[in-house]
């Protein structure tokens, strides 16, 4: 199995920063694209942005510019740094990683538990 663990959330206040971290652990041979996703109460869940294992990234239009999405595969941990933080940034965010797994060697994604990002204004 695999787990994720995400940190890093809170209650900021708006044209803050706050950095999210997601951390994978358990039966990874290897994980390749890997995301965050955002769901704001009576929203659907948004894409915010992704990165493959060859370090592509995309990013929705809304943070672009202000968030930078990274991965260090030693680690197997995701990062999300947010700067320039808007009210309308308030949301619970979710990592989305796509695991290979040892032995079976399957493909399947997992979800973060999620974390709220809470910003004032």
């Known amino acids: 199995q695999v787990q994720l663990l995400e940190s890093g959330g809170g209650l900021v206040q708006a044209g803050g920063s706050l950095r999210l971290s997601c951390a994978a652990s358990g039966n990874i041979w290897n994980i390749d694209s890997m995301n965050w996703v955002r769901q704001a109460p009576g929203n659907q869940r948004e894409l915010v942005a992704g990165?493959?294992?060859?370090?592509?990234?995309n990013y929705a239009e809304f943070v672009e510019g202000r968030f930078t999405i990274s991965r260090d595969d030693a680690k197997k941990t995701l990062y999300l740094q947010m700067h320039s933080l808007k009210p309308e940034d308030t949301a619970v965010y979710y990592c989305n990683l796509d695991v290979i797994s040892i032995g079976t060697m399957t493909r399947r994604k997992y979800w973060g538990q999620g974390i709220q990002v809470t910003v004032s204004s």
């Open positions: 990165i493959t294992s060859s370090l592509t990234t």
